[in-house]
């Protein structure tokens, strides 16, 4: 029996949520609600049993309607999460959970007490690449890691009513946490902003992180690059990953290339300066990487955390301890 299903927010990324979940056998979809109801007709066209509705409260009193899936700007999510939850419905919601650590936390443990899946879209957990890193890192293929440089720079619409780090970094910090292993954590952040337009709020930023084994990460989102740039380099002792994700022909590459250290010991005292490292040279491989949608695999994974009553990959409880290593980067810097 397919999940009866509500979309709320069918703005720009709303409209993916909508196909995704028609193509989804686990769901039904029953609404698509915005407070433009002209816009969510015109997302849904006329060839359609969905039904488009300007009430929250609607949605939320349909007894056949056992999830939503919230797509509305980011400070609009600690609201309408909770009254769904409270309302005994399962919960999608798009990143940022929400736009503060302590809203996230409430909301991940209402979830948790209601025995209910709240699942943040943390979409890029989702793709073939990232998956893939996760597995070369957590398999030991590239021995520690040694530091994480990622850069997300585009020109990109300035929020309303978040910066650039609240509406960006979450992805970046949602892979760190699915790609690194489990005892590899932050144990500092720092982070510093620029707002050279005068939007009033941050348009690029540098996100450094300290992480528990000696590794250094850095994360760059800027809104204001005339290029796009969606690289990251994940630095091992053994190899290198680098991910461009703007390049489908060749997505991942791991470099056997890097640096080696020599034992303290093995090298005579006055040769120590040139020798306590060697540069290793090596082949280069591309890994071949499946064709197939994150939102996909998001809303498929959404059903079955609620078929199943388990915590979806992405759970809003990681996805509010990750936030809270922001907001602590920000108390800590300013
Ligand atoms: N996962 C991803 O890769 C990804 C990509 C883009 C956006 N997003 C996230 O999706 C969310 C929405 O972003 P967007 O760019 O689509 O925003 P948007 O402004 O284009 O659309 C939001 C829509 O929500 C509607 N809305 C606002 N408040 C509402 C309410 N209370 N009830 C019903 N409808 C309401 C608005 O009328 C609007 O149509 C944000 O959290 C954003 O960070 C995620």
């Not at 419905?89 to 940022?96: D, F, I, N, R």
């Not at 709020?201 to 992480?211: D, E, I």
């Not at 303290?264 to 020798?275: L, T």
């Amino acid at each position: 029996m397919p999940i009866g299903l509500a979309i709320i927010g069918a703005g720009y990324w709303g409209p993916n949520l909508v196909r995704t979940a028609l193509a989804t056998p686990a769901f039904r979809l029953d609404w698509l609600c915005d407070l433009r109801a002209e816009r969510a007709k015109a997302v849904l066209g006329p060839y359609t049993t969905v039904r488009p509705t300007d009430s929250f409260d609607a949605v939320l009193a349909d007894p056949a309607v056992a999830a939503v899936a919230i797509a509305t700007p980011a400070a609009t999510h600690f609201d309408l999460v909770r009254s769904a939850l409270e309302a005994g419905k399962h919960v999608l919601v798009e990143k940022p959970l929400t736009p503060s650590a302590a809203e996230g936390e409430k909301l991940a443990s209402l979830a948790l007490r209601s025995g209910l899946v709240l699942m943040c879209d943390h979409t890029y957990c989702y793709t073939p690449a990232v998956q893939r890193i996760r597995e070369l890192i957590r398999g030991g293929e590239i021995g520690e890691v040694q530091f994480i440089d990622s850069v997300r720079i585009n020109l990109g619409l300035v929020q309303p009513d978040v910066d650039v780090l609240w509406d960006l970094a979450p992805h970046d910090l949602s892979i760190l946490d699915f790609v690194l292993p489990e005892h590899v954590t932050p144990v500092a952040v720092a982070a510093h902003i620029g707002d050279p337009i005068g939007a009033d709020r941050a348009c690029l930023a540098h996100l450094s992180m300290w992480l528990s084994n000696g590794a250094l990460a850095h994360v760059h989102v800027n809104w204001l690059s005339p290029t796009k740039i969606r690289t990251a380099v994940f630095g091992g002792s053994r190899r290198t990953i680098v991910w461009d994700d703007t390049n489908p022909a060749a997505r991942l590459a791991v470099h056997d290339r890097g640096v080696d250290t020599l034992e303290a010991g093995s090298v005579p005292q006055d040769e120590r300066r040139q020798a306590l490292v060697s540069y290793r040279t090596g082949d280069t491989l591309i890994p071949a990487l499946p064709e197939r949608e994150a939102l996909m695999s998001v809303m498929t994974e959404f059903g079955a955390a609620i078929d199943e009553g388990r915590l979806p990959l992405t759970d809003a409880g990681a996805g509010s301890q990750r936030e809270r290593r922001i907001q602590f980067g920000l108390r800590f810097e300013f």
